[in-house]
């Protein structure tokens, strides 16, 4: 009874404020970084809740969830390694600190019957001398009236000895406050019987993997290892899993909850796609800077640590992976960070770097001429690569624009036949109202909608969403005129419409294409003794270019690993774009498969050493969920950038992205040969870096 006296009181205090110091900024205490709606700098505390809300429509009625916080690493017996928050916990919860655990319960409400309705659904009957109680148990359970989701932060208990070593921590009863969730408890409440009790009786029990890592390995309360148990003998899959979505995910590895978040997580809100071009702008700074440094002569570890300097005094909290500056041969090493070579004139220097900002992460990398100008087979090779990755950002872009054509079909020549036939349906026909202009015809809603039970026609954004129901009975013709949008938002196309819609599958497809054709064009894949189909059949390409096109980007730096990677982009998606070719020659000379197709030995020669990649994070971003323009845009960076010296303190608003389709954050750091060439040269002459200012992010 004292427990539930104590929730009830945290409860009530909801609003109160913590105006102390604690393990991360507050709305209180770090006013010149957290909002006062806001849980961490740039995520609202709403957010999280809706995000915990989306994660829960996911899982079965009585369901309860784990996600703990990343387990404690050291480096020595008593020296910890530096700690990041894990990825779920800060995207569900907003919480930084050390040793705490999430717990998301699922629960079914318990309806309060009135008497007339007790007197109509509850009736006693009497037959062969037993009796029986008949109720209405026609209950729709995943209609959200009928569950409650609760959150509950379990962390460590506050102590004043602790704390004069690691400093404030939250506690649970100020965790409550500043994260914004229903309850909050002592991480040693895990192990009492009383609440192992309470997670027995939940039939549907799911823990993300790092959970299990925590519970396995966390050294502050040591009778964890029941909870463990209780949860690693659990299926970490639904009662009834779908096998076809498993194989199609190929993630068998990983946990069905894990899976579930990544799902969410994969798609952005305009906040996150904000924090991204925050960690963008100052990574392209930082890039810009280097630029200006780089001379024969300079170490390696001299750029990484510059890049790595200005990232951070501008507000950068840490690097999103360790910087790779690899020079000369090193740059045919795909993750060289050794960085401890001196840079030598004639040769390339491959920068591989992203700085986190506000837990979103950038990623870019750029090769440039250590001695200002590149060589006639530098640029041979380096013109392959970049007409490559134009190749992948053109066939985005013309994508968007075909969608966004089709969207506008669909607008002006189908939406009174769509109407007509979500109405001839009867799906939600209170719902219904004239697509575009958000006039209603019944119910309440007012924002341009045609819903129906399993799919809806968004007249404001342009989209046809969901397979099942209303686009199911949708005519074919109209399918063909118009397209379809899956339940993601991704584009499913008719015949009026690109066939080829982007995934980071189909533009590996694209990179490979190019860089085959490429190879063969400098002679390095002899023509004479292979075509481009054998190839690309073959694989010759692959000693060259060995890694994919990109990945997505996000929290993690290799955002979301279990979202296939022939998922169509849509609305949301950041990812990067990486195209390269290393011609290590020596190993590559020695791969049987490719002895009879390469070209002459003073062409392979020439390229030894060479390695080239270009790397852009870019976006697909919802058209009409931004309102600024480019030109706006494009001079807030220049501002930025020109003030390279400065601290970045400017807060971009939530309607900061530009109203375009495709958004290449990373555009400002220079990779044009010309824009390259001309800012070492301004830069040996001692004149400020501006020429590659006038470019714009967009295509």
């Known amino acids: 009874m004292r427990r539930s006296i104590q929730q009830l009181g945290r409860r009530s205090n909801s609003e109160r404020s913590v105006t102390r110091y604690v393990s991360q900024p507050t709305r209180w205490t ?8 806001e849980t961490l700098p740039g995520v609202p505390t709403a957010h999280l809740s809706e995000r915990r809300r989306k994660l829960a429509s996911k899982l079965p009625v009585n369901s309860v969830a784990f996600f703990a916080a990343s387990p404690t690493s050291y480096a020595t017996a008593d020296v910890e390694y530096p700690y990041r928050a894990d990825s779920n916990m800060f995207y569900l919860a907003g919480m930084l600190e050390k040793h705490s655990l999430l717990m998301i319960e699922k629960k079914e409400k318990k309806k309060k019957k009135s008497l007339k309705e007790s007197l109509v659904n509850g009736f006693t009957t009497t037959s062969d001398n037993k009796t029986t109680t008949t109720t209405n148990s026609n209950t729709d359970t995943e209609n959200e009236d009928n569950y409650e989701i609760i959150a509950t932060i379990f962390c460590a208990p506050r102590s004043q000895q602790k704390e004069v070593w690691d400093g404030p921590i939250m506690g649970p009863d100020d965790a409550q406050v500043i994260l914004g969730v229903d309850r909050a408890e002592s991480i040693e409440a895990i192990a009492e019987d009383k609440f192992l009790a309470k997670i027995r009786s939940y039939p549907n029990r799911f823990a993300s993997d790092s959970t299990l890592d925590f519970l396995r390995n966390e050294r502050l309360v040591s009778s964890k290892n029941e909870l463990y148990t209780l949860l690693q003998e659990e299926s970490q899959s639904p009662a009834e ?12 590895d990983i946990s069905f909850l894990d899976r579930s978040v990544q799902s969410l997580r994969s798609q952005k809100t305009v906040t996150e796609l904000n924090q991204m071009r925050n960690a963008a702008i100052l990574t392209c700074q930082a890039f810009v800077v280097a630029l200006g440094d780089l001379k024969p002569g300079s170490t390696e570890a ?6 790595e300097f200005v990232c951070k005094r501008s507000g950068s909290q840490r690097m999103a992976y360790p910087p790779i500056v690899a020079s000369g041969g090193n740059s045919c090493v795909l993750h060289y960070t050794l960085n ?13 770097a992203g700085c986190e900002m506000e837990g979103y992460a950038c990623d870019v990398t750029r090769t440039w001429p250590i001695g200002g100008r590149f060589s006639l087979t ?8 970049l007409n490559a990755q134009r190749a992948c950002l053109d066939a985005v872009a013309k994508a968007c624009a075909f969608r966004n054509d089709a969207i506008g079909k669909l607008r002006k020549n189908h939406e009174h036949e769509v109407l007509s036939l979500l109405n001839m349906n009867g799906h939600h026909e209170h719902e219904v109202e004239a697509i575009g202009g958000g006039q209603r015809i019944n119910g309440s809603r007012a924002n341009g909608e045609v819903n129906g039970v399993n799919g809806e026609v968004n007249g404001v954004n342009g989209e046809v969403n969901g397979v099942n129901g209303v686009v199911a009975s949708i005519p074919p013709h109209l399918k063909d005129a118009v397209g379809i949008l899956s339940p993601s938002g991704s584009l499913l196309l008719g015949k009026e419409i690109n066939p080829n819609h982007p995934s980071l599958a189909s533009l590996q497809d694209v990179a490979v294409q190019n860089l085959t054709q490429g ?4 002679g390095v894949l002899d023509r004479t003794k292979t075509t481009l189909e054998e190839c690309i059949e073959k694989e010759y390409y692959k000693p060259f270019y060995p890694h994919s096109i990109g990945h997505f980007l996000g929290i993690d ?14 609305a949301g998606h950041v990812f990067t774009v990486e195209p390269g070719l290393y011609f290590d020659m020596k190993r590559i000379c020695k791969d049987e498969t490719l002895r009879n197709v390469l070209g002459n030995q003073t062409i392979l020669e020439s390229f030894d050493g060479i390695g080239v990649r270009i790397e852009d994070t870019v976006g697909t971003v919802d058209a009409k969920s931004v309102s600024k323009s480019s030109a706006e845009a494009a001079r807030k960076v220049k501002e930025q950038l020109a003030n390279a010296g400065n601290q970045l303190t400017t807060r971009i608003g939530t309607n900061g992205l530009p109203e375009l389709s495709m958004y290449i954050f990373t555009k400002h750091a220079p990779k044009e040969i010309e824009v390259i060439e001309d800012a070492m040269a301004e830069a040996k002459a001692g004149k400020a870096l501006q020429r590659h200012h006038t470019e714009t992010f967009f295509v």
């Open 30 to 37: 770090h006013k010149h970084l957290v909002a006062a709606d």
């Open 241 to 252: 899993p779908d096998e076809s979505e498993v194989k199609k995910n190929n993630s068998n």
């Open 302 to 307: 001299e750029i990484a640590s510059l890049i």
């Open 340 to 352: 401890n070579q001196i840079m030598q004139d004639g040769d390339l220097v491959l920068i591989d």
């Open 378 to 385: 530098q640029r041979d090779a380096y013109s392959v690569v």
């Open 519 to 522: 190879l063969l064009d400098l």
């Open 557 to 570: 730096v290799h955002d979301c690993p279990s979202v296939p990677k022939d998922t169509p982009l849509c």
